[in-house]
């Protein structure tokens, strides 16, 4: 049963959190978190019975393990740092992560902000349906996804020896901000930081940490702004320092592969054509497409119809329509395509703890090709075969 126990501020006056199920006025707080002292504002609930109801998920804060591991370590506040036990698959290991970073009421918000769960992208029947966009729509678009291509380059400006992901964060954090955009990961199904970067390994949803990033490892960078109600999601892989050659091939391979599947973009085209291409052209070098997440429509919604998977043979229904968009972001691996998830529920690595690479483009289907709606910029820092 939860306890009636308000917090107490110095000057003797209580605060009032929003309940951690339904986001009403709450006064009881969960015994469990009150003996291990966890944060008081997730854990805080309206009445016995919406604790009751949350139960099922909440018991999970209590104990580091799928989901809530990389929250606990975030919020934990000097407690002590145990990494769980788990076969990581290569030699990284996930740091300390910082405190969730704050977004102005006065920029708006999409509606998981608060709660943590997309609803509308999860209702919408654009979950079915893949929409052809109106002319303010693509307007919206085109400019979520030129924002989040100089927040791109600011993060890519930023990385070097030394430097923490939690510092790529902060960047991509303060540019987005002073954009006046909202960035898109931060909540999104409880992800707790502004951006992914994703290390060595590890594939895809990488969380910002403290580790600072070394000579020789390679940083992938996932960023999506937010900004008028429309997304705009792009990614690329840079080098950090001296990295070696299959690494640096590795990179390129897959900047390729995308350009490549790019090309065949346009009204009539199946979705699954792009696995093909992509795949044939990272099999000729002898690397593998990772299977397990694809490219996705993308505008009002984060993700939504369609699936664009990028591996060979796959069974992507639907053809391309002009004003469609949607990304294309081929992951590519040195070693087996196979992935594992990390017991903070995201990171997502080769089993084999060999590198991967990825890069992503936000597309418009137009009547006789596409526009790339995330494209580099001449402002836009060199990749590592541009500086040759």
Known sequence: MAQDKEAELENGSSIVYGCARCQKTAKLQCPKCLELGLPKEPSAF????????????????????????????????????????????????PDRVAPRREVPADIPHPDYAEIGQP???????????????????????????LIARNILDAAHAAVRPGVTTDEIDRVVHEATLAAGAYPSPLYYCNFPKSVCTSV???????????????????????????????????????????????????????????DKAIEAVRPGVR????????????????????????????????HCAPNIPHYAHNKAVGVMKEGQTFTIEPMVNVGTYRDVTWPDGWTAATADGKRSAQFEHTLLVTKDGCEVLTKRLPTSPPLWWEKE
């Not at 999860?122 to 996804?145: D, H, L, N, Y």
């Not at 910002?208 to 070394?214: I, S």
């Not at 080098?239 to 995308?258: C, F, P, Q, W, Y």
């Open 46 to 93: 309206c009445s016995q019975d919406c604790f009751k109801m949350a139960w099922a998920e909440h018991k999970h804060a209590h104990n580091p393990g799928p989901h809530t591991w990389a929250y606990v370590t975030q919020r934990g506040r000097g407690r002590s740092f145990t990494l769980p036990t788990f076969a990581w698959p290569g030699s990284l290991r």
């Open 200 to 258: 060595n390994e590890v594939i895809c949803h990488g969380i910002p940490d403290q580790r600072p990033l070394q000579d020789g490892d390679i940083v992938n960078v996932d960023v999506t702004a937010y900004h008028n109600g429309f997304h705009g999601d792009l990614n690329e892989t840079f080098v950090v320092g001296n990295v070696d050659e299959e690494s640096k091939k590795l990179i390129r391979v897959t900047a390729e592969a995308l």
């Open 271 to 302: 979705y699954r054509e792009i696995g093909d291409i992509i795949s044939q052209y990272v099999g000729q070098n002898k690397f593998q497409v990772v299977r397990s997440y694809c490219g996705h429509g993308i505008g009002d919604l984060f």
């Open 119 to 145: 609803i509308t992208e999860i209702e919408s029947r654009q979950q079915r349906i893949v929409s052809v966009r109106s002319p303010k729509e693509i307007k919206g678009i085109r400019e979520a996804c």
